[in-house]
């Protein structure tokens, strides 16, 4: 299902600032030799995410799925001078593509990847998160969700990806394992007293979560 109209996609693109050589350079990569790009985040969203961090001012960021690099290289430019970035990649293959790209960046001191299952790796650090972006199996989101939000800061943000699943959360009724773990999903955080959110119709839908 198209939620939004590629002219407008690209219009917005348009109006939206340039990417940097590097992030150019994954997107290329990513496009011409993998064979789910369309999981990049891409220039926008990317964009919004490097917006984001860069007000907010983080010293610690944790991400649920690295990919091929490009979300974390966005976060990362706005971490302070100390800061760091946790990114978790299960897919050995992925995590040597986007360590290749760390390795380029003037933020590279900053990244540490980590290779495995995220629900293993992530109580072993000892961290307190500014920021968490989760862009892994549709079916952990609550899992992952759940683990985090304790070490999660006053005021800090969860920004979960792929909450519309490419328009299928909308069908009556919702088919697909992936579909139905996105509205369970949205509706395990539309009832969480514990935080406030918005779901923004930005690429596959983003929902930004404010813990209380």
């Not at 001078?81 to 760390?102: K, P, Y």
Request: aromatic letters at 6%.
């Amino acid at each position: 299902m198209e939620l939004i109209n590629h002219l407008a996609e690209q219009y917005a693109a348009d109006n939206t600032s340039p990417e940097d050589k590097l992030l150019q350079q994954v997107a290329a990569f990513t496009v011409s030799n993998h064979a789910h790009a369309h999981m990049l985040s891409g220039h926008v969203q990317g964009s919004f995410l490097t917006i984001l961090s860069t007000l907010l001012q983080p010293c610690r960021i944790l991400e649920i799925g690295t990919f091929t690099g490009y979300s974390a290289l966005c976060l990362a430019k706005g971490l302070k001078s100390s800061g760091v970035l946790h990114t978790i990649e299960l897919r050995q293959e992925d995590a040597a593509i986007a360590n290749s790209f760390f390795q380029q960046s003037e933020n590279q001191e900053k990244i540490i990847l980590h290779v495995g299952n995220a629900l293993e790796i992530i109580p072993r650090l000892n961290e307190e998160w500014d920021i968490v972006f989760i862009d892994a199996d549709k079916t952990g989101y609550i899992d992952y969700y759940e683990l985090i939000l304790p070490k999660v800061k006053q005021n800090g943000v969860i920004i979960a990806d792929n909450v519309l699943f490419h328009g299928q959360v909308l069908a009556d009724p919702v088919i697909g394992k992936n579909a139905r773990a996105m509205v369970a999903f949205n509706n395990h955080v539309k009832t969480d007293e514990r935080v406030e959110q918005v779901l923004l119709t930005v690429r596959d839908g983003l929902m930004v979560i404010r813990k209380l």
